[in-house]
């Protein structure tokens, strides 16, 4: 969304990545697809890439990635500065939508129930609904979402504050146990700021819905479906992949600008063959430069789009006969269709 939203949080960059004992740890991941034999260790392969790649495009840098080793137990790749307060722009429409999904697995809201798309409504910037130039629409409560979700359509998240006002979207962050991953209330109950969250909490939420533990299943699927599909977001991340992929990563990207500079951010999941979530990224950059391009050039898009290539490429092999997570999400192959 195109709100400036000015945070005054101290920064503390860690001065090394990956703070800790467990962190400093050699991890016994196997020999991922693309290693060479320079980089059999993909963990120290990420960081190094990371450290090189986020230095050269400047800028204050908040990540938090995670990655399933050898033995399927979940370990924090690095840390970044995992805990600061910041913008989150539009990837925290991942939370306005969860909150929406949460009141329809309560039965307070369906999916295909119905909103008019009102022209006071409309907001600009990123998504699909303000390119229409008529409005009056009645759509479904899915079809909003998909548009906020895949395009990042701004006036979406109007209408969800139709159906989760503002306060009630902070209450259901806080009942499903994010402290610090808020909207921001202005004096209208139904609009807000997208407002602030962390890289931790980013990271808790990518994992908990990629292992069906945040939603119910049929709300699970229907966010990770979306945030997969090869329609979606391809300047950062899934940049340098094939379209197959592609659909193995759900991702989420924002991007706007205060007085510090421009920010870019980026988070999602990269799902292993079977199906099974094997790496969580959720990378918030501030301070930045180029402050109108928000095109794939950007420096800290092309970081994005090396790292994704990286971590893909460092992504291990499934487990066989693993059975510590009990959920897996796959999408269709995608098959063009020409009509008729």
Known sequence: MWFTLVM??????????????????????????????????????????????????????????????????LETVLEDDADFVTNGYSVQKLFVAMTVLDK????????????????????????????????????????????MLLVSDNTSVRMCGRVVPALEINEILAAKGFVKTR?????????????????RETHDFLWRLANGTLLSPASTDFLLRVTRWVNGYHDGIRR???????????TKYGADFNTLGAARNEAGIMFNTDGSPALTYAMFA???????????????????????????????????????????????????????
């Open 8 to 73: 005054s949080y101290e920064v503390t960059r860690r001065a090394a990545l990956g703070v800790g004992a467990a962190a400093a740890a050699t991890f016994a991941f196997g020999s991922p697809a693309g290693a060479t034999e320079t980089d059999k260790n993909p963990v120290n392969h990420i960081r190094k890439k990371y450290s090189k790649l986020t230095a050269e495009a400047g800028g204050r840098w908040h990540s938090h990635i995670a990655m399933v080793n050898g033995e399927g137990a």
């Open 183 to 199: 909207v921001e209330p202005v004096a209208n109950p139904n609009r807000f700021f997208l407002g602030v969250t962390t890289p």
């Open 286 to 340: 501030d301070s930045l430069g180029d402050l109108d391009n928000y095109g794939s050039t950007h420096p800290a898009v092309e970081v994005h789009a090396k790292l994704g290539r990286v971590m893909f490429d460092s992504l291990p092999a499934p487990v066989a006969g693993l059975a510590a997570r009990s959920f897996r999400h796959t999408v269709p192959q995608f098959v063009p269709v020409n009509g008729g």
């Open 240 to 250: 340098s992949m094939s379209s197959n992929e592609r659909s193995r990563v759900a």
């Open 104 to 147: 329809v697995d309560r039965g307070l809201l369906t999916m295909g129930q119905r909103l008019d798309l009102q022209a006071s409504i409309i907001l600009g910037g990123s998504g699909i609904y303000h390119l229409h130039g008529v409005w009056g629409d009645d759509i479904t409560i899915a079809n909003f979402l998909t548009a």
